[in-house]
Nanobody, 122 residues
Framework: VQLQASGGGLVQAGGSLRLSCAASFHTFGYRTMGWFRQAPGKEREFVTGISASDRRAAYADSVKGRFAISREDANKVYLQMNNLKPEDSAVYYC?????????????????WGQGTQVTVSS
């Protein structure tokens, strides 16, 4: 299982970015996908997740209404981030787990991508 995240960059506050996560497997129906982020000196935190079979999504309170997760291709998951804030700056990781439950705890995801840096300037 391999995951590769991309799409990070430098953006001004209020701007948008779209992150992509390419998986080496067919994501729909098999594995729940999640996005986490980690800022310097902080623990890795849950951002959002989408379930394996029915595309249910869950979001951290800090990103609700601004971020959206989606599956648009057989092996890709996207994270659309709008109205970005400086506190959204972090390395963003995509992750995967077997089953249909979206967990917000990183230890429940056995597979991880390498991370992509998002920096939001004020």
């Amino acid at each position: 299982v391999q995951l590769q995240a991309s799409g990070g960059g430098l953006v001004q506050a209020g701007g948008s970015l779209r992150l992509s996560c390419a998986a080496s497997f067919h994501t729909f129906g098999y594995r729940t996908m999640g996005w986490f982020r980690q800022a310097p000196g902080k623990e890795r935190e849950f951002v959002t997740g989408i379930s394996a079979s029915d595309r249910r999504a869950a979001y951290a309170d800090s990103v609700k209404g601004r971020f959206a997760i989606s599956r648009e291709d057989a092996n890709k998951v996207y994270l659309q981030m709008n109205n970005l804030k400086p506190e959204d700056s972090a390395v963003y990781y995509c992750a995967a787990r077997d089953g249909n439950i979206i967990y917000s705890i990183a230890q429940n995801y056995p597979w991880w991508g390498q991370g992509t840096q998002v920096t939001v300037s004020s």
